[in-house]
């Protein structure tokens, strides 16, 4: 079993910066993704970014040079830098850990972007 928690959530104005964390816990094997997926009102859950333990990147088109994701291996925790915050940002964002055939979500951070 996997626990994730989320830290960094809040209220930023637009342009603003805001950093999210995220720790696991549990039975974590070497070769993994690390991400953080979003949910906004009424809308699917979407893919933010993801990285490999292997180091290997993946973003949404839409937050391409805005968001950078992290991770220390070692310490089993993933950050995501988000800069020039967006209104359209605003949404309750989630860490996802995927290993062999499983996903383990955390509960989730809420993120608001005001403008």
């Known amino acids: 079993q996997v626990q994730l928690v989320e830290s960094g959530g809040g209220l930023v104005q637009a342009g603003g910066s805001l950093t999210l964390s995220c720790t696991a816990s549990g039975s974590i094997f070497s070769s993994n993704v690390m991400g953080w997926f979003r949910q906004a009102p009424g809308k699917q859950r979407e893919l933010v970014a993801q990285?490999?333990?292997?180091?290997?990147?993946n973003y949404a088109t839409s937050v391409k040079g805005r968001f950078t994701i992290s991770r220390d291996t070692a310490k089993n925790t993933v950050s995501l830098q988000m800069n020039s915050l967006k209104p359209e940002d605003t949404a309750v964002y989630y860490c996802?850990?995927?290993?062999?055939?499983?996903?383990?979500w955390g509960r989730g951070t809420q993120v608001t972007v005001s403008s």
């Open positions: 990285i490999s333990s292997g180091g290997v990147t």
């Open positions: 996802r850990l995927a290993q062999t055939i499983y996903d383990y």
